[in-house]
């Protein structure tokens, strides 16, 4: 990589960890942290999603009751404000990110019209 790309790539780095989106990331990952029901939430939707991933590979189902505990967890997240506030911080972060990759993209596509 030459010494140009690395210096850019560094600017944008520090330009995204010192973005309000990535902060409120970083704040929302600390309610996390603190919030044990959120924590316990998002341990047993992990499972769960998890467990479901694994038989599908192998071409089993959840049981009914599973897949109704997956349901109420999930249920149980999207209601839990801890859980809903950091996967806002998420999509608003991510949205950044989309956005970032598409002017990387629309600028090699701009040189290439060069």
């Not at 189902?61 to 505990?69: A, P, R, S």
């Amino acid at each position: 990589m030459s010494k140009e790309v690395f210096e850019k790539a560094m600017a944008l780095g520090v330009s995204i960890v010192e973005s309000e989106e990535f902060k409120e990331i970083q704040k929302r990952e600390d309610d996390i942290i603190k919030d044990a029901n959120a924590q316990v939430l998002l341990k047993r939707f992990h499972e769960l999603q998890n467990k479901q991933r694994e038989m599908t590979k192998k071409g089993e189902f959840m049981t009914d009751e599973e897949v109704i505990e997956l349901e109420k967890t999930q249920l149980k997240m999207v209601e839990n404000k801890t859980v809903k506030s950091f996967s806002a911080a998420q999509e608003k972060f991510q949205a950044m990110m989309n956005q970032v990759m598409k002017i990387i993209r629309d600028a090699g596509v701009q040189k290439n019209k060069e």
